[in-house]
């Protein structure tokens, strides 16, 4: 199993090759066609081409964040965390050891494997990089949405906790908790039901007449939990999930902006602009040597005059494109402005204001500004500087501030045996829990991305991307030893590895991962009694449905 130093080029490819392999999907060709894009948070489907999230969703590539993070984690540098959303003020924060959280839940429905120990890598990983660490048993939504007995949910969340703890977790600068016991928890919870409705959870979740209430408090609870990190003052904060969490991630990015006091935008005279319609508008200012009579000072009417007759060719060159509603609407409107001047300013928008609030935050904006019913317009500040002023007025007067939280997203690990990993399928998946000679026996039986025959194998090399024992040292079992995990791609994919070598290998490693792992267990046994958090809960006299 020696590496081929005679040619590096080749194994740089190799590399690049099994970390695009990871991030495009690999092994979940297996359930194509199952669920390839819909995002369910409590589905069972695989998402088979990770790709789509990219352009359906939103979601960005960590690829672009990579190199802003600090010490990134194998997770990361491997490919296995794929995406992300808005993960940079995190990134920002960590590297300039500035305050930032990170926050994760286990819902206690089985016992926890290994594609769960991928969220506790991810906020032990956060925690040693300074941030404020939070890690939840989201007992409720197992409850409602599972209907899962409170004497199961004990059983499991114990197993959740000491296997949090015993891969590193510091209780001592982190917070658990559970989501029944944390009465802040519940009470930013209902402030946040106020903000949501009923056509949000058809739309987001397909909930329907059929859906119990409790399953929809729950969503509002993880809302909550979303957020808790926030409640002392705001901070970047990021959410390790796969991707089939991201519905949550996006309705609390919602909520989140719309708890705010107050919003900040861009504007170019007393009416309102859609996004689509203040990027033209922008353009058309930029443009004002064109048409205006007065280059400084650019009038409505001769901008909406000059919008209307432009060309495409002369909105291409600044970089805009839109469709011919937007660009109507903005001539509307620019020429209803009539003879005002089409100044840049920044405007504050009064969303959830007190009066006493909308007043202090009229004194402290500096320098020229416009007072109006429902906003305020400030001449002399940028963007940054309007949002950092918004946010010292809403916390002096009582509100959260609230920053928008971040994720970032996994890939599902493969099951043993093909298709998507499940708590449900025992040979499918290790548990954090099996015993070591088990774990052992697992992955010798698992299938592998192997050749018919050794000859074969040898000839045309292994599919090293599409093979469930690879991913095991990628995720796990290489741990941080990258020249290792690409030693494993090149061997196989270069025909010098066969399956039956690479197996017993996987299969060593990972039962003494098992053993140190049970060992650690044992030892913080006596902490986890220590910690402030509820083992037992008082709702075990309570079936589902009895709420």
Same mark, same amino acid.
């Not at 959280?101 to 594609?115: E, K, N, Q, R, W």
């Not at 089409?342 to 909308?358: G, K, M, Q, W, Y």
């Given at each position: 199993?020696?590496?081929?130093?005679?040619?590096?080029?080749?194994?740089?490819?190799?590399?690049?090759?099994?970390? =695009?392999?990871?991030?495009?999907?690999?092994?979940?060709?297996? /359930?194509?066609?199952?669920?390839?894009?819909?995002?369910?948070?409590?589905?069972?489907?695989?998402?088979?081409?990770?790709?789509?999230?990219?352009?359906? #969703?939103?979601?960005?590539?960590?690829?672009?964040?990579?190199?802003?993070?600090?010490?990134?984690?194998?997770?990361?540098?491997?490919? *296995?965390? +794929?995406?992300?959303?808005?993960?940079?003020?995190?990134?920002?924060?960590?590297?300039?050891?500035?305050?930032?959280?990170?926050?994760?839940? #286990? %819902?206690?429905?089985?016992?926890?494997?290994?594609?769960?120990?991928?969220?506790?890598?991810?906020?032990?990983?956060?925690?040693?990089?300074?941030?404020?660490?939070?890690?939840?048993?989201?007992?409720?939504?197992?409850?409602?949405?599972?209907?899962?007995?409170?004497?199961?949910?004990?059983?499991?969340?114990?197993?959740?906790?000491?296997?949090?703890?015993?891969?590193?977790?510091?209780?001592?600068? @982190?917070?658990?908790?559970?989501?029944?016991?944390?009465?802040?928890?519940?009470?930013?919870? +209902?402030?946040? @039901?106020?903000?949501?409705? +009923?056509?949000?959870? !058809?739309?987001?979740? @397909?909930?329907?007449?059929?859906?119990?209430?409790?399953?929809?408090?729950?969503?509002?609870?993880?809302?909550?939990?979303?957020?808790?990190?926030?409640?002392?003052?705001?901070?970047?904060?990021?959410?390790?999930?796969?991707?089939?969490?991201?519905?949550?991630?996006?309705?609390?990015?919602?909520?989140?902006?719309? %708890?705010?006091? +107050?919003? *900040?935008?861009? /504007?170019?005279?007393?009416?309102?602009?859609?996004? /689509?319609?203040?990027?033209?508008?922008?353009?058309?200012?930029?443009?004002?040597?064109?048409?205006?009579?007065?280059?400084?000072?650019? =009038?409505?009417? $001769?901008?909406?005059?000059?919008?209307?007759?432009?060309?495409?060719?002369?909105?291409?060159?600044?970089?805009?494109?839109?469709?011919?509603?937007?660009?109507?609407?903005?001539?509307?409107?620019?020429?209803?402005?009539?003879?005002?001047?089409? =100044?840049?300013?920044?405007?504050?928008?009064?969303?959830?204001?007190?009066?006493?609030? #909308?007043?202090?935050?009229?004194?402290?904006?500096?320098?020229?500004?416009?007072?109006?019913?429902?906003?305020?317009?400030?001449?002399?500040?940028?963007?940054?500087?309007?949002?950092?002023?918004?946010?010292?007025?809403?916390?002096?007067? @009582?509100?959260?501030?609230?920053?928008?939280?971040?994720?970032?997203?996994?890939?599902? %690990?493969?099951?043993?045996?093909?298709?998507?990993?499940?708590?449900?399928?025992?040979?499918?998946?290790?548990?954090?829990?099996?015993?070591?000679?088990?774990?052992?026996?697992?992955?010798? /039986?698992?299938?592998?991305?192997?050749?018919?025959?050794?000859?074969?194998?040898?000839?045309?090399?292994?599919?090293?991307?599409?093979?469930?024992?690879?991913?095991?040292?990628?995720?796990?079992?290489?741990?941080?030893?990258?020249?290792?995990?690409?030693?494993?791609?090149?061997?196989?994919?270069?025909?010098?590895?066969?399956?039956?070598?690479?197996?017993?290998?996987?299969?060593?490693?990972?039962?003494? #991962?098992?053993?140190?792992? !049970?060992?650690?267990?044992?030892?913080?046994?006596?902490?986890?009694?220590?910690?402030?958090?509820?083992? $037992?809960?008082? =709702?075990?006299?309570?079936?589902?449905?009895?709420?």
């Amino acid at each position: 199993m020696t590496r081929d130093h005679d040619a590096p080029e080749r194994e740089a490819q190799n590399d690049e090759q099994a970390r =695009r392999a990871l991030a495009d999907g690999g092994t979940d060709d297996a /359930a194509a066609g199952a669920d390839d894009v819909a995002l369910d948070p409590w589905g069972s489907s695989t998402v088979s081409d990770y790709r789509k999230l990219f352009e359906e #969703f939103g979601i960005g590539e960590f690829d672009d964040v990579l190199s802003q993070t600090p010490n990134p984690h194998h997770l990361m540098r491997r490919g *296995v965390i +794929f995406g992300h959303r808005d993960y940079e003020p995190v990134a920002d924060a960590l590297r300039a050891g500035e305050d930032a959280a990170v926050l994760s839940g #286990f %819902m206690p429905t089985g016992d926890p494997h290994i594609g769960h120990k991928l969220v506790f890598d991810e906020i032990i990983w956060h925690q040693e990089q300074g941030a404020d660490a939070y890690a939840l048993i989201a007992d409720l939504e197992a409850h409602s949405a599972r209907g899962m007995s409170w004497v199961e949910i004990d059983e499991h969340a114990r197993d959740y906790l000491l296997s949090l703890l015993a891969l590193g977790f510091d209780p001592e600068e @982190g917070e658990l908790y559970r989501q029944s016991d944390n009465r802040e928890l519940q009470d930013l919870a +209902f402030e946040l @039901g106020s903000k949501a409705n +009923f056509s949000e959870f !058809q739309g987001i979740y @397909g909930f329907d007449g059929e859906t119990n209430v409790s399953h929809m408090q729950s969503v509002v609870t993880q809302m909550a939990d979303i957020l808790y990190p926030q409640l002392e003052e705001p901070k970047p904060t990021v959410i390790p999930v796969g991707p089939d969490q991201d519905p949550h991630v996006r309705f609390a990015r919602d909520l989140a902006a719309r %708890m705010r006091f +107050f919003g *900040v935008t861009e /504007a170019y005279a007393s009416f309102e602009l859609t996004d /689509a319609e203040r990027a033209l508008v922008g353009a058309v200012y930029d443009a004002r040597d064109e048409y205006a009579d007065e280059p400084d000072r650019p =009038r409505c009417e $001769e901008a909406g005059a000059w919008l209307a007759e432009a060309d495409q060719t002369a909105l291409d060159e600044r970089g805009v494109v839109v469709d011919d509603a937007v660009r109507d609407s903005a001539v509307e409107k620019l020429e209803n402005g009539g003879m005002e001047p089409l =100044r840049p300013r920044v405007r504050f928008l009064d969303l959830n204001a007190t009066e006493e609030a #909308f007043e202090a935050l009229i004194e402290a904006v500096p320098g020229e500004k416009r007072r109006y019913d429902e906003h305020v317009d400030a001449f002399d500040l940028d963007a940054a500087e309007a949002e950092e002023l918004a946010q010292e007025i809403e916390l002096d007067n @009582g509100g959260y501030g609230f920053v928008p939280p971040s994720s970032v997203y996994h890939r599902f %690990m493969t099951g043993l045996t093909g298709g998507k990993m499940s708590s449900s399928i025992p040979a499918s998946h290790i548990s954090l829990l099996d015993d070591p000679e088990e774990g052992y026996e697992k992955v010798k /039986a698992a299938t592998t991305g192997g050749r018919e025959t050794a000859e074969k194998q040898r000839e045309l090399g292994g599919k090293a991307d599409e093979c469930p024992v690879y991913e095991l040292y990628a995720y796990l079992l290489a741990g941080d030893d990258d020249e290792f995990a690409k030693e494993v791609y090149d061997e196989c994919v270069n025909g010098e590895r066969l399956c039956g070598g690479c197996k017993e290998q996987a299969a060593e490693l990972m039962q003494a #991962f098992l053993e140190d792992h !049970q060992e650690k267990r044992a030892e913080v046994e006596e902490l986890l009694e220590d910690l402030d958090i509820s083992l $037992e809960s008082p =709702r075990r006299g309570v079936a589902p449905g009895d709420d």
